[in-house]
């Protein structure tokens, strides 16, 4: 897996080929957090990783990545495959934002179907 410095070169490589109007009302931007993110609905305590999160509040909105993550899920893959998957674990978080700032947060959304995904897993499918 590649060192965190060249990761972050990545993820604003990967942020710059977006649009501008995608950061509009993205208060604190895309943040790079080192640590390693476990879902707390993680069923063995470890296996559920979250690679990022778009957070809402009234304090601003942000998209966190968090490296850890990717630095134990996706070491095996070459700088290209990791690349690709952080492009989409990022464009994933700015649809949640995107359908934020359009009011359909919650709705028919990505939101809706991470949830179901969350379901299908502790359900063991």
Partial sequence: MTGIDIFFEMLKEVCDEL????FRELHHG????EETKISPHSKRGDDLVIMGE???SHLGN???IYYGSFARTCRWMSDEQLKDRLREVVRHEFRHHM?????????DSLERK?????RRYLRGE
Avoid: C, K, W
Avoid at 30 to 33: F, N
Avoid at 114 to 118: I, S, T
């Fill in 62 to 64: 942000r998209i966190t």
């Fill in 54 to 56: 778009y957070h809402r």
């Fill in 19 to 22: 649009p501008d109007e995608f």
């Fill in 99 to 107: 359908e934020n700032l359009s009011g359909m947060y919650g709705r």
């Fill in 114 to 118: 991470d949830r179901e995904e969350l």
């Fill in 30 to 33: 895309v943040q790079l957090a």
